[in-house]
């Protein structure tokens, strides 16, 4: 789809918008230097998913598990906010209604500025007591130990995150549904859209009427069923969005 030409029919529809809602995933962070999960320089192509992304891999060898998670941690907190993550931060402001859904668990969205943000897949920064599912925030890099322990019990401490075959926080996936099916306009940024339930967001807002925009340099699964494809990447075409939208905002105003 060309930037340009579709960038005036897309203010439109935001401008006229009441309620915003996103979903954003790994490649909102690309450009921040941090790994996307899959494509070439995912970071499934080094580790297997079900090696380390589920709970039955941590029984088998949570130092495995915390090690990769370590490594992680490392990675995300050299890195910094981009453009992008900057501009949904600003658009909290901008928007009446305005709701940010991430899959991801970097933190960066919060880093950037944005005070709202539902966390579909939890939170690295977080580790949960796997007896007692107590929560501590632990930002250590690297980690003391491990695998960490918990304080209180003593139990092994796992990474307060959703793995494969695990569900989704109930309250935070109804949340996300009620408000994706309605939004009046739903934005899918840096998601591959193959993981469930999160790809199916933008899809309830589809079937719900919203018009469905997607900012991501591929094509996914998602990509014939929106009204808008942006093949771009997201700190680049947001920071261009963004300037185009405030340009007629004012334009409106006087
Ligand atoms: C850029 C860019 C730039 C690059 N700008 N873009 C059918 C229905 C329901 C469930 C299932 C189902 N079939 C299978 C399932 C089970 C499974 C699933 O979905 N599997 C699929 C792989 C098929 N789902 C689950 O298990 C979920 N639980 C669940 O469904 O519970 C009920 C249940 C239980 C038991 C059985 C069945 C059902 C849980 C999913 C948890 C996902 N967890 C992870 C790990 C989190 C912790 C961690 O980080 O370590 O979450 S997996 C990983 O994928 C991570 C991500 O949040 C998630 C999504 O990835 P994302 O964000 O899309 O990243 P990528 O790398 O895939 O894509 C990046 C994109 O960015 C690419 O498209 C690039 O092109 C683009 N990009 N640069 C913009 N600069």
């Given at each position: 789809m060309d930037v340009q030409s579709e960038l005036g029919p897309v203010c439109d529809i935001l401008l006229a918008a009441k309620s915003v809602c996103l979903l954003t995933g790994a490649g909102i962070s690309a450009e921040s230097g941090i790994p996307t999960f899959r494509g070439e320089e995912g970071l499934w192509k080094t580790y297997r998913a079900e090696q380390l992304a589920t709970f039955t891999a941590?029984?088998?060898?949570?130092?495995?598990?915390?090690?990769?998670?370590?490594?992680?941690?490392?990675?995300?907190?050299?890195?910094e906010p981009n453009a992008g993550h900057k501009v949904l931060a600003e658009w909290e402001e901008l928007f009446p209604h305005f709701t940010l859904i991430t899959q991801n668990i970097d933190g960066l969205h919060q880093r950037a500025g944005s005070k709202n943000v539902i966390e579909l897949h939890g939170n690295i920064w977080k580790n949960r007591c796997i007896d007692e599912d107590t929560i501590f925030e632990n930002h250590d890099v690297p980690l003391k130990e491990i695998p960490p322990h918990c304080d209180k019990c003593g139990a092994l401490l796992r990474p307060h995150v959703v793995w494969f075959g695990e569900?989704?926080?109930?309250?935070?996936?109804?949340?996300?549904?009620?408000?994706?099916?309605?939004?009046?306009?739903?934005?899918?940024?840096?998601?591959s859209a193959v993981v469930q339930p999160a790809a199916s967001l933008p899809l309830s807002a589809a079937e719900a009427g919203a018009k469905v925009i997607e900012i991501n340099p591929d094509p996914t699964p998602l990509t014939g069923s929106v009204d808008f494809s942006f093949r771009a990447k997201s700190g680049e075409f947001l920071p261009i969005l963004d300037e185009e939208l405030r340009r007629r905002t004012k334009q409106k105003k006087g």
């Open positions: 941590f029984i088998q060898d949570p130092k495995l598990v915390w090690e990769w998670y370590d490594w992680r941690r490392g990675i995300i907190a050299s890195k569900s989704l926080d109930g309250s935070i996936l109804h949340k996300s549904f009620q408000l994706s099916s309605g939004c009046d306009v739903m934005f899918s940024i840096g998601t």
